[in-house]
């Protein structure tokens, strides 16, 4: 008897732990409305909690009625990321097609499994567990779990804590997509002015109430007069974009609460909670020197490398002249210019009493 109890206590125990783990992904899914970071994270975490050694989420293109992958997590990530699947091919196909979970004991005895992603990757995918995205009664994606550790089969209970998670994951999904759609500028991907706006005066209040830094850097690309000159403005425009997304991919990979919007035109900005002048300054020169490095296509067939300067005001260093948030902008401007008359491509801290003369 004594076994038997001890036994049971340690299923119970097993259990208990796992239903914290889904509510620690609750917390996960809902802590950002960045979806590329609430994505990694949740996937991550699938893999911990199902002990899997790869884990992927895929997304519905409904355009093309196929499934592309999102977020891998896992050996050999890269090699599967732009495989794509028709709805209704493989397994993912077809939960995603039938809006049913699955849970594949051999997945290469398994009629509707593709090789696809095993052959390009030279992984060797031996048993799964895929559970439909289900959001407003339609179908947006799936998440699967590849080979449990120790060469085990997941099994019921398994299943029923990835549904969960799947759950919560359609849920975070469908609310980052709802935010974006309200706050992301269309052409950029950068959050636009108003929401970085409203999102510089909760982090300037929470500042003077709780004595944090906080840093705002103004970009500004050089003579872009010259690229909308030499490729019109549909080349200046995929200059933008592409500059946009080196701004966004240099800020996510911080893994902060840095946000990056657009500010106006070419002018990018950069909202950086809990950080002073100097991490201000670091992060300006990480941001100019990727964008140093990065051809940008401009054309068909052509590139070129563009450059930009990068004002930077921080409260409460520049607390006697900032009072509001208008006032950030106005001293990273000034900074900026400071940029244009050291020659360009480089940054500047504000600098009281200092007169530009670049306007």
């Given at each position: 008897m004594p076994d038997r109890d001890n036994s049971e206590i340690a299923r119970l125990q097993a259990e208990n732990d796992r239903l914290y783990n889904v509510l620690e992904v609750g917390?996960?899914?809902?802590?950002?409305?960045?979806?590329?970071?609430?994505?990694?994270?949740?996937?991550?975490?699938?893999?911990?909690?199902?002990?899997?050694?790869?884990?992927?989420?895929?997304?519905?293109?409904?355009?093309?009625?196929?499934?592309?992958?999102?977020?891998?997590k896992g050996e050999k990530s890269?090699?599967?990321?732009?495989?794509?699947?028709?709805?209704?091919?493989?397994?993912?196909?077809?939960?995603?097609?039938?809006?049913?979970?699955?849970?594949?004991?051999?997945?290469?005895?398994?009629?509707?499994?593709?090789?696809?992603?095993?052959?390009?990757?030279?992984?060797?995918?031996?048993?799964?567990?895929?559970v439909p995205l289900k959001a407003r009664r339609r179908v947006i994606g799936t998440v699967q779990v590849l080979n449990k550790n120790g060469d085990r089969l997941f099994d019921e209970d398994d299943l029923r804590i990835f549904q969960s998670m799947g759950n919560q994951a359609a849920v975070a999904i469908e609310n980052a997509r709802l935010h974006t759609m309200a706050t992301v500028d269309g052409t950029t991907g950068l959050y636009i002015k108003s929401y970085f706006k409203a999102r510089m005066q909760e982090e300037f209040r929470r500042a003077k109430s709780k004595g944090h830094?906080?840093?705002?850097?103004?970009?500004?690309?050089?003579?872009?007069?010259?690229?909308?000159?030499?490729?019109?403005?549909?080349?200046?425009?995929?200059?933008?974009?592409e500059l946009a997304g080196v701004i966004k991919e240099t800020v996510h990979k911080l893994g902060s609460d840095d946000i990056a919007g657009r500010y106006g035109g070419e002018e990018f900005c950069v909202l950086l909670p809990e950080s002073g002048p100097e991490r201000g300054?670091?992060?300006?020169?990480?941001?100019?020197?990727?964008?140093?490095?990065?051809?940008?296509p401009v054309g068909d067939n052509e590139f070129t490398n563009i450059t930009i300067s990068i004002g930077v005001s921080s409260y409460p260093l520049h607390e006697e002249h900032i009072h509001e948030v208008d006032d950030f902008v106005k001293l990273a401007d000034e900074a900026l210019y400071l940029c244009k008359d050291r020659g360009r491509?480089?940054?500047s801290l504000y600098e009281p009493g200092a007169s530009p003369t670049a306007k």
């Open positions: 917390a996960l899914l809902s802590s950002s409305l960045d979806l590329d970071v609430v994505l990694d994270s949740l996937m991550a975490k699938a893999r911990e909690l199902c002990d899997a050694e790869a884990s992927s989420l895929m997304l519905v293109d409904e355009e093309k009625e196929e499934l592309y992958f999102h977020t891998i890269e090699a599967i990321r732009g495989i794509r699947l028709k709805l209704g091919e493989g397994i993912s196909g077809w939960v995603a097609q039938e809006g049913k979970p699955v849970l594949v004991a051999d997945a290469s005895s398994d009629p509707r499994f593709s090789r696809k992603a095993d052959d390009s990757s030279s992984f060797h995918t031996r048993t799964m567990m895929c830094p906080v840093s705002m850097l103004m970009s500004d690309i050089d003579l872009f007069r010259n690229v909308n000159n030499k490729y019109g403005h549909q080349g200046g425009d995929q200059a933008l974009v300054l670091e992060v300006s020169e990480l941001i100019r020197k990727n964008i140093e490095k990065h051809p940008i491509n480089c940054c």
